[in-house]
């Protein structure tokens, strides 16, 4: 059997775009992950989003929307300019706009909002790094008036100064000025402790039986370079609870 | 045998011509997006998302957790195997027919063609390029290791299709802009530079040339040895010393067949059958 150029090109386009439109049909076509965090299944939070598993892909608009904060209140807190359209800016620019300040450690990324969101909401959220948040930030949740003694010491400790405008949105009164972060040391985690930044490898140097790891995950564990807080992510878990119960494994393991 | 004037395949540009708007249009459709406009009928879908090779990294994981790399979705997933499907049956139809970065390449070596006439694409001693062109899996090898060891898309960093669809965007790195830099200069001495020596996916796409359904068969019978049909294939592919194309390079463009170049009726098709 000839197949002539005209044929081929029918079929491909067929097969692609036939492919395309069946999947679709049948609701496998995905291109993107759905902008809803998982929510709390235990404690005193259960039913609520879990700030842990906001993406750097949400904008302040999806979070604005999904924790009930108002869209000012976030783009004050993160200095955001003015011409800047909030409700469509993204976490992962954060990033982009205070380069600098990664390279001098103290970073504000998507790690700063899922911190922000937790304590101006009062969710659970376990610190697992150095969270640094900007100075407005800080005076918003101060001026919330429920952070405990322990969180007012951190977010006073990790507070960034901008160099913006810090007008504070109204109805929030303003705060003393937060101190700048001292010396700005890179972070190293400390052996035995579960990170962000800990990777399954870590996990079976420091003695944890890859049966417990997967058990906890409630599946099989991927390659030992991976780091457990993307696994437990795209899993659709929040980290916090994995990262406590691995914290508990290995501890238990050390006795 | 009468020998006819030779003609041109008209459909193949024209497809490639449409997957590149396409492709454009979606990633300038994915940036509006995250600014909050965008065309609304169009897909904002970001490039990773309508990457087949994005499947191809991501099995791994797939299969042995359930989970994808990060910025893999199930649409890499089915474009990968849309593109197997096409792949057994046709050889790498998806390189010579779709993939917006051949087609650039091609476009730029337009110019070469122009600028060096016979020595295009006959710049690399055959002894170089025959060991070059083995240099793929060895990027295959790696990119598929690399990402099962992190669970990380770590390709995108240094991928000129990504660079030539999101230049403007803050995401690309800086070895990809290099990369893509590097391959379109290359490309006015060499015709797909990045496709023979170090696409991953054309690396893969490439192995079904040795049992795809369709494949290349010249007649010999009827062949009267001029040569045009190797002269003009784009992967330099000795087409005129074979009876069936099994080479792992071959793109299926069809440009070395009787409809296109071959002056012989019948000598060159594109067929099943052919030991």
């Known amino acids: 059997m000839k197949l002539k150029s005209n044929l081929l090109g029918a079929i491909v386009l067929t097969v692609l775009f036939g492919g395309i439109a069946l999947t679709t049909a049948l609701n496998l076509w995905t291109t993107e992950t759905a902008k809803v965090p998982v929510k709390f299944e235990t404690g005193e939070a259960a039913g609520e989003y879990n700030p842990d598993d906001i993406r750097g892909s949400y904008a302040f608009g999806d979070i604005s929307e999904l924790f009930d904060i108002p869209l000012e209140y976030l783009a004050t807190a993160f200095g955001l300019p003015a011409d800047v359209d909030a409700a469509a800016f993204q976490n992962k620019e954060l990033e982009e706009i205070y380069g600098a300040l990664e390279e001098a450690g103290t970073e504000i990324g998507n790690s700063s909002v899922k911190l922000f969101v937790a304590l101006y909401k009062g969710l659970p959220y376990e610190i697992d790094d150095e969270i640094y948040l900007p100075a407005p930030a800080v005076k918003i949740l101060k001026a919330q008036g429920s952070l405990s003694a322990e969180q007012i010491a951190y977010v006073d400790a990790h507070s960034v100064d901008l160099g913006l405008a810090e007008a504070a949105p109204a109805g929030v009164e303003q705060a003393e000025a937060a101190p700048q972060p001292a010396a700005t040391e890179e972070h190293v985690p400390e052996a035995g402790q579960v990170t962000g930044q800990t990777t399954f490898g870590d996990l079976l140097a420091w003695g944890l039986a890859q049966e417990t790891i997967e058990e906890i995950l409630g599946g099989p564990m991927p390659a030992s370079g991976t780091l457990v807080k993307d696994h437990v992510s795209s899993l659709g878990k929040p980290f916090s609870e994995a990262r406590t119960q691995l914290q508990a494994a290995l501890d238990a393991a050390a006795k | ?275």
């Not at chain 2, 970001?46 to 191809?56: I, K, M, R, Y």
């Not at chain 2, 139809?93 to 122009?114: D, H, I, M, N, Y």
Request: hydrophobic fraction near 45%.
């Open chain 2, 1 to 275: 045998m009468k020998a006819k004037k030779h003609n041109k395949i008209w459909l193949r540009p024209a497809i490639q011509l449409f997957f590149f708007a396409l492709i454009a249009l979606i990633a300038i459709n994915h940036t509006l997006a995250e600014e909050g406009g965008g065309i609304a009928f169009l897909s904002s879908a970001s490039l990773h998302a309508l990457c087949p090779f994005g499947g191809v990294v991501t099995i791994y994981q797939y299969a042995t957790t359930g989970t994808f790399v990060q910025k893999i979705h199930e649409s890499s997933f089915i474009l990968m195997i849309l593109g197997f499907i096409l792949a057994v049956l046709f050889g790498p139809v998806f390189c010579g027919w779709v993939c917006p970065l051949g087609t650039v390449q091609e476009w730029t070596s337009k110019l070469g063609k122009k600028l060096f006439k016979r020595r295009f694409n006959r710049f690399v001693p055959r002894k170089v390029d025959a060991v070059l062109r083995y240099l793929r899996y060895g990027v295959l090898a790696w990119v598929l290791y690399m990402t099962a060891v992190t669970g990380r898309l770590i390709f995108a960093d240094v991928d000129p299709y990504f660079a030539l669809f999101n230049f403007w965007s803050s995401e690309v790195a800086v070895a990809g802009l290099v990369v893509l830099g590097v391959t379109l200069v290359g490309s006015l001495f060499v015709e797909r530079p990045w496709c023979k020596y170090t696409c991953p996916y054309g690396a893969v796409l490439g192995v079904t040339n040795l049992f795809r359904v369709f494949k290349i068969r010249r007649n010999e019978p009827t062949c009267i040895a001029c040569d045009k049909c190797s002269n003009r294939c784009p992967m330099n592919i000795p087409v005129s010393q074979q009876l069936v194309v099994r080479d792992h390079q071959c793109i299926s463009c069809l440009e070395c067949t009787s409809e296109a170049i071959c002056p012989v009726p019948a000598t060159v098709d594109f067929v099943t059958g052919g030991k």
